[in-house]
């Protein structure tokens, strides 16, 4: 399949992590968690976010976001979050089927949840006829690509901790981020409040796995029997754990995001000059949305392959990778000069 732009999702995997596979392949370890790799990852992540990080290691990252947000909930709570978001649209229900919780979606500005949004669904405090606000979780990078700056982020955490909730995020793409900020990963992250962060690897790089971190060691206590309640505990873990080793190594992560970031930001410098397209948001991670006339779009996804953001306004997404090429995207946007 040609390299397209539907999803960082349909790249491969570094060689780098490839290689740290076969290594790990080799003779026999402990299963469940109680091999060698996964004890060097979890001490590489505490290097990272501090040594009271507890961590989980998971399948994918709506299992993460499961795990996440079902420790710190009951069913009768409710999680906050962005209409946009990856719990609300795109997980099927599992976060509500998992927790039993309510999700309130809050209207987002640039793709990002505000303090003032938030606060219209903080009222019901110990009223047995409403559900309980809990957790306020946010995606970092948001869904349309845009990125919250450490003081956004400490404004959503003082707010949430003044009324005693707990805040996620989930950063499926948070390698992005962290480029996009030029800042380490525990800046915009245990240092700016939050509480429990999914941490993703797949969308950079990486065959498989996420990482489930917990800031606060107290809030953790259930979290490894629900892990295996839903299905996330793997017995083969090193295969996981080695690879956030090799994912560390070198900053290996970095490189791989900033390339993709790279592979944006020409992009979008290629499509502003067509008069036909309009971007639509700021371009500040891997992500380039954008209004392409409908009648071009199929003629577009046949030659390279991306996703409909917003079938009304003909909106769409296209997503670059660690190995997307410079010609890549220069054909594409060759390509749509021809077709407009």
Request: with cysteine; charged share 20%.
């Amino acid at each position: 399949m040609k390299r397209g732009f539907a999803s960082d999702n349909n790249s491969g995997i570094h060689p780098d992590i490839l290689n740290a596979l076969s290594v790990a392949n080799e003779g026999h370890e402990v299963g469940y968690g109680g091999d060698k790799y996964t004890e060097m990852a979890i001490s590489r992540f505490r290097q990272e976010f501090g040594d009271q990080t507890d961590v989980y290691f998971v399948f994918n990252g709506t299992g993460a976001n499961v795990l996440s947000l079902s420790t710190l909930t009951h069913s009768f709570h409710s999680v906050i979050c962005a209409e946009t978001a990856h719990i609300q649209v795109d997980e099927c229900g599992a976060p509500e089927k998992f927790t039993g919780c309510k999700l309130l979606p809050v209207e987002t500005i640039k793709g990002k949840i505000t303090p003032e949004g938030i606060s219209k669904y903080l009222h019901g405090f110990d009223f047995e006829h409403h559900s309980q606000p809990k957790v306020i979780s946010i995606s970092q990078v948001s869904e349309l690509g845009t990125v919250y700056t450490v003081d956004e982020i400490r404004a959503i955490t003082t707010l949430a901790h003044e009324f005693g909730l707990f805040v996620h995020m989930d950063g499926a793409r948070i390698a992005n981020a962290a480029v996009a900020l030029n800042l380490p990963f525990r800046t915009f992250t245990v240092d700016a409040g939050v509480d429990v962060l999914s941490f993703g690897g797949t969308k950079n790089g990486m065959m498989q796995g996420e990482a489930v971190l917990f800031f606060n060691p107290e809030l953790s206590k259930d979290a490894k029997y629900l892990r295996k309640q839903s299905m996330q505990l793997y017995s083969k873990m090193r295969f996981v754990s080695a690879q956030f080793l090799a994912y560390f190594e070198n900053d290996l992560w970095k490189q791989n995001a900033t390339h993709s970031n790279r592979m944006a930001q020409l992009l979008e410098k290629e499509v502003r000059q067509i008069p036909a397209i309009q971007l639509t948001q700021e371009v500040e991670a891997n992500g380039v949305f954008a209004i392409v006339p409908p009648e071009i779009i199929p003629q577009l996804q046949e030659k390279y392959f991306f996703y409909m953001w917003d079938e009304r306004r003909s909106e769409v997404r296209w997503m670059t990778s660690f190995d997307t090429q410079e010609e890549d995207i220069l054909n594409f946007a060759a390509l749509i000069k021809s077709l407009v």
